[in-house]
DNA sequence: ATGCAACCTCAAGCTAAGTTGAGGTCAAGC
DNA sequence: GCTTGACCTCAACTTAGCTTGAGGTTGCAT
């Protein structure tokens, strides 16, 4: 077996459970850049599998395609990413999660004293007004929430 | 003065830092049910306050308008909603919030053994796989997620 | 009774993250 | 050498959650 270090379009779809229309859509946004043959036919490499793993958690972890992006420019293109290369992105998802668990315990806390006074009152509850901008986005409203 | 219990559009809208435009959305999509004036202007009663708080905070937890809706449809409708209303709607967030952590957590100690081993590789870590439907579902895609 | 800010509706546009379909090309096995 | 499944592009459509704009009406203060 030739053993090539590249994969097609349809394997790396059937490696990573994503659509071949949004492995498509990925490399559009920057996130995949897979080499052609002379035919226009995508070559990924093997550890695009890994990049697109790395995709599908950081979405889970609400980050948009953009900022992943910015995450995934940071490892080196074009050869295969190290161990280590991947370990320290491994790190600042952590420290994404710990952020969002904080923020949410903070949240229920402050809920929690709602409950005593039954008020969801813009003015004394504060469960706005700070603490908005870090996480928990959600789809919500750009124009309200930022 | 009168002190009605009716207020704007705009009244409501200053109150709460939600467009004058969102409030008519939310009206469409069932959140809001504002009387109308011969004239066909909205007149919100002041509890509709605490009811937009609500679909704010609820939207933080990530919860959509339709969800939202859901959950609004249990407080009894025209009449001011009391103290007792309140507080189950928001003993049922308290758990969408524990939920929330519980499946953070669990998603953090998966990672913390990624960073062991460095892999993010889908068969080993199954930081996918299960645990998926639960929360966390972001803006992302729902033909993938669902 | 008039001015004007605040309200109204309806249609179109926006972003994110894709999917779907039409119409055409590539490459690998027989 | 030809067939056929996998691949290509490009444009249009989808859902959520709004905003923006055009063109018109209301209602409160003077």
Redesign the pocket.
């Known amino acids: 077996m030739p053993q090539a270090n590249f994969i097609?379009?349809?394997?790396l779809?059937r490696r990573t459970g994503?659509?071949?229309?949004?492995l498509?859509?990925?490399e559009e946004?920057g996130l995949l850049h897979?080499l052609?043959?002379?035919?226009?036919?995508?070559r990924f490499l093997k550890s695009d599998i890994r990049r697109v793993s790395f995709?599908l958690i950081a979405?889970k972890l609400g980050?948009?395609?953009?900022e992943?992006e910015e995450q995934l420019a940071k490892l080196p293109e074009g050869r295969n990413p190290t161990l280590a290369d991947w370990q320290k992105i491994s790190r600042a998802m952590r420290e994404q999660i710990d952020d969002k668990i904080r923020l949410l315990n903070r949240t229920r806390n402050q809920l929690d004293q709602c409950i005593g006074c039954g008020c969801l009152s813009l003015q004394k509850c504060q469960l706005y007004n700070k603490d908005d901008q870090l996480g928990l986005k959600?789809?919500?409203?750009?124009?309200?929430?930022d």
Chains 1, 2 share one sequence.
């Open positions: 097609t379009i349809g394997h779809s994503v659509a071949v229309s949004a498509r859509f990925y946004k897979p052609r043959t002379g035919g226009n036919q995508r995709v979405q980050l948009g395609l953009a992943i959600g789809p919500g409203p750009r124009a309200v929430l």
